[in-house]
């Protein structure tokens, strides 16, 4: 590819980071190149300095240098997916929950990254060509779940629906309930956590951890059953939405959730149980207001085949005889 190019934010394109937008278009750029040419100042947005989480708006204009010998792309040429991604698109397509006009929420697979990073071949970013459906703009990302925890995501199927479930999600306006399997029973039925969380480790090894100096996480959580004193099946509802928080409340609870290795060890597993070595996170239900004012959306998603065979070794029941978080009025 040679010479600058000076490439118009499509309206269809707006609203998201910079940085997802050159994945995009020029998915041969790796995320360390483009952030050494936004600190040299080689990319710019508008004629000034950018950074890859400024978000792009309708007729800005992004300055991309010259990258070598990657593979060009048009701006209005959809990615070319993989053929490693077949799989994983087929197997979206089948795990759609809701959808309409305006919002699309999937029962994302544990397993598969919403956003890539390193050491990762595929994402849910990646797929998002295969969810368009008859819609004419592709989805677009409004948050986010860890890799090794399935259950409901919402996508926006449009700018205009973008921004207003971005903000739903910023204000707290919509309430996400997440079933986990933890080790050991906590010393109260319910309670809350409000723990703050500082980040630590490199990209690829970030983790979080309870400390002052960190950011301010609340979690609620209750018991749903228990199983002797071994473990305990949780309702979890995040107040706030840090990184990791609910694996790291879990542990400060002094009940890790189940299969978490990264921030227990081997205190997240239990010994002698032929039970499967995955986390045990599921977000189960979502509830958000409709953008154009609908009154609410409201999806669960079903437990995924590794939690089933873990409650059904525990024998909990298919559904809470109680539901601690029925209501969910916002």
């Known amino acids: 590819m040679s010479g600058v190019q000076q490439i118009e934010i499509r309206q269809e394109d707006a609203d998201q980071r910079l940085d997802r937008w050159f994945k995009r278009q020029f998915p041969a750029l790796g995320h360390g190149r483009l952030e050494k040419l936004l600190r040299t100042g080689q990319v710019r947005l508008d004629g000034k300095r950018a950074k890859a989480g400024d978000r792009v708006e309708a007729g800005q204009v992004v300055r991309v240098p010259p990258l070598g010998e990657a593979p060009e792309r048009s701006p209005d040429q959809p990615r070319r997916p993989r053929a490693a991604d077949a799989g994983w698109a087929k197997t979206l397509q089948k795990a759609v929950l809701y959808k309409d006009d305006d919002v699309l929420v999937i029962?994302?697979?544990?397993?598969?990254?919403?956003?890539?990073?390193?050491?990762?071949?595929?994402?849910?970013?990646?797929?998002?060509?295969?969810?368009?459906?008859?819609?004419?703009?592709?989805?677009?990302?409004?948050?986010?779940?860890?890799?090794?925890?399935?259950?409901?995501?919402?996508l926006a199927r449009n700018a205009r629906a973008a921004k207003h479930l971005t903000e739903a999600f910023r204000h707290k306006d919509a309430r996400k309930i997440y079933w986990a399997i933890v080790v050991g029973v906590p010393e109260v039925r319910a309670g809350r956590i409000d723990a703050p969380l500082q980040k630590a480790g490199g990209k690829g090894a970030e983790r979080v951890h309870v400390d002052e100096e960190g950011k301010r996480a609340v979690t609620e959580f209750a018991m749903i059953e228990k199983a002797g004193k071994k473990a305990a099946w949780l309702a979890l509802m995040p107040v706030t939405g840090r990184t990791h928080q609910l694996r790291a409340h879990c542990v400060a609870l002094g009940t890790p959730i189940l299969g978490d290795g990264k921030y227990a060890g081997g205190a997240a597993f239990l010994a002698k149980d032929n039970l499967a070595r995955q986390l045990h996170l599921h977000a189960r239900r979502?509830?958000?207001?409709?953008?154009?004012?609908?009154?609410?959306?409201?999806?669960?998603?079903?437990?995924p085949e590794h939690m089933r065979k873990?409650?059904?070794?525990?024998?909990?029941?298919?559904?809470?005889?109680?539901?601690?978080?029925?209501?969910?009025d916002a």
Request: net charge negative; glycine share 10%.
């Open 107 to 154: 029962d994302k697979p544990a397993g598969l990254a919403v956003q890539g990073g390193s050491g990762l071949s595929t994402s849910v970013d990646d797929l998002l060509d295969a969810l368009q459906f008859d819609a004419k703009e592709r989805p677009r990302l409004v948050h986010r779940l860890d890799r090794d925890t399935s259950g409901v995501l919402a």
């Open 286 to 303: 979502l509830r958000l207001p409709h953008p154009k004012g609908k009154g609410w959306i409201d999806v669960t998603a079903p437990l």
């Open 310 to 328: 873990t409650w059904s070794f525990f024998g909990f029941a298919a559904k809470p005889e109680h539901d601690p978080f029925a209501d969910l």
